[in-house]
């Protein structure tokens, strides 16, 4: 069997690929290949020992759906792949639309639909909690930096200022706001989501979802040691009955397909969490589910085949995760394999 | 009866370390800290609670009572303890 995944960019905000990766080996049950789709000639996942056995260079999607397919196919052609894994945010609408036309060619998905993609999209997500009587902190969907001047009186500094996709700030003040608004206007595009600061400790549900409402698998971290970026660099499995309960009835309500992060914020004055975000994809640590006993990479894997997968019951609360970096050295031929060709064979 | 009541999602280890399970926050405690929580957590009277700090640490009972009281202040502020 081959597998392709993409999210091999290990860097200081990494990418989730590495980790499903290393669920699928540890599983004990894959005797097959990984093929790792990466963006970048200098993915650290495409030369690290024991990830990915070959790596291609792929085009980014927002090039165009169709060159992105052509390129799909071409490595289809020569790698014969059963199965690819996107991980990343941005690339999942197009591996979404794609779906169909993969599966012509044979190669499976498990993804979101559109319809979830959008539904759980953060200039929606308000809606959608309101509507599921959810907590989740208010917010505006800001389409111009005149939105700012506007604020409705419920939205008092400071406030957090958000990317489509990616990135957050803390604004403390009109000038902040404005600044933040226009960096990450210029990075991510528009709209720009400006929401309700909440005070309170911010705990993350890792999940997976088989599409017809149910949990496979849920486990609950806390964040213990976090970068300036917010990125946590360590982690603790937790176990709270309500944040679950939470997790498993927003897969219920969305019928979620797929891996998917909840973001929480547990406020300070009320105790009770608000869902800060919904990430249609596993995050970077997810091999903290794999190490507390739920292998939800492999259980993605064995639903995207078509396989039966019981929901796991219970994990070990209390297992810590910490990320490291680590340099690799590297020959140039490795990295004239893949500039050249496009494809890195690891030793 | 105790009438303080220790978090069912707290679980203390010989060395004194404690483990919230719900919230994933860990602390250390001294000797008598860890004494505290494992006659609180068989349910032991302040009475019961003073009197057994005063034989194991050899103090008296003003000493006991105002050891006892700074440190279930300390564990009510990290919400380990509830009033039953």
Same mark, same amino acid.
């Given at each position: ?21 290393? =669920?699928?080996?540890?599983? =004990? ?6 093929? =790792? ?83 759980? #999209? ?36 400071? /406030? ?48 997976? #979802? ?24 360590? #982690? ?59 292998? /939800? ?20 609360? #209390? ?29 | ?84």
């Amino acid at each position: 069997m081959k597998v392709a995944i993409t999210g091999l960019n290990n860097i200081d905000s990494p990418g989730p690929g590495v980790p499903v990766i290393r =669920g699928i080996r540890d599983s =004990g049950k894959f005797d097959g290949e990984i093929i =790792g789709l990466i963006y970048d000639a200098l993915e650290p996942g495409a030369y690290m020992p024991q990830v990915a056995d070959r790596s291609y260079i792929i085009p980014y999607p927002s090039a165009g759906v169709n060159s992105f397919y052509e390129r799909l196919s071409q490595i289809h052609s020569i790698e014969n792949l059963d199965v690819i894994i996107p991980t990343l945010d941005a690339e999942l609408f197009a591996f979404s639309k794609l779906a169909p036309s993969l599966e012509k060619l044979g190669i499976k998905t498990f993804l979101p639909t559109k319809e979830q993609l959008i539904l759980r #999209g953060k200039d929606k997500l308000l809606d959608f909690c309101k509507k599921n009587n959810i907590n989740a902190p208010f917010n505006i969907v800001a389409t111009s930096v005149n939105d700012l001047y506007k604020l409705p009186p419920t939205l008092q500094y400071p /406030l957090v200022i958000k990317g489509i996709f990616y990135d957050a700030y803390v604004a403390h003040n009109f000038q902040e706001a404005t600044s933040y608004f226009s960096k990450i206007a210029a990075k991510w595009g528009l709209p720009v989501i400006v929401q309700e600061f909440l005070q309170g400790e911010e705990y993350n549900v890792v999940a997976l #979802g088989d599409g017809s409402g149910t949990t496979i698998g849920a486990v609950a971290s806390k964040k213990t040691y976090i970068t300036e970026k917010g990125k946590g660099w360590a #982690g603790v499995s937790i176990y709270d009955e309500t944040l679950l309960s939470i997790s498993k009835k927003i897969v219920e309500i969305l019928n979620w397909r797929g891996g998917a992060e909840f973001e929480f914020v547990k406020r300070s004055d009320s105790g009770e969490f608000y869902l800060l975000e919904i990430n249609p994809r596993f995050p970077a640590w997810v091999y903290l589910a794999v190490g507390a006993g739920q292998n /939800l990479p492999y259980a993605a894997l064995q639903l995207a085949r078509g396989e039966k997968v019981e929901p796991f019951e219970n994990y070990e609360v #209390g297992k810590i995760f910490i990320r490291y970096s680590w340099d690799l050295i590297v020959d140039m031929k490795k990295f004239e394999e893949i500039s050249v060709k496009g494809v890195i064979k690891n030793d | 009866m105790s009438e303080y009541k220790i978090s069912e999602n707290l679980a203390v280890s010989e060395s004194g370390f404690l483990f919230m399970a719900n919230t994933g926050e860990s602390f250390t405690v001294n000797e008598t800290g860890k004494e505290i929580i494992e006659l609180l957590k068989d349910e032991k009277s302040k009475e019961e609670i003073i009197a057994a700090l005063m034989e194991k640490f050899e103090v008296d009972a003003e000493t006991a009572e105002r050891d006892f009281e700074e440190f279930i202040s300390t564990l009510k502020d990290l919400k380990l303890v509830t009033k039953s």
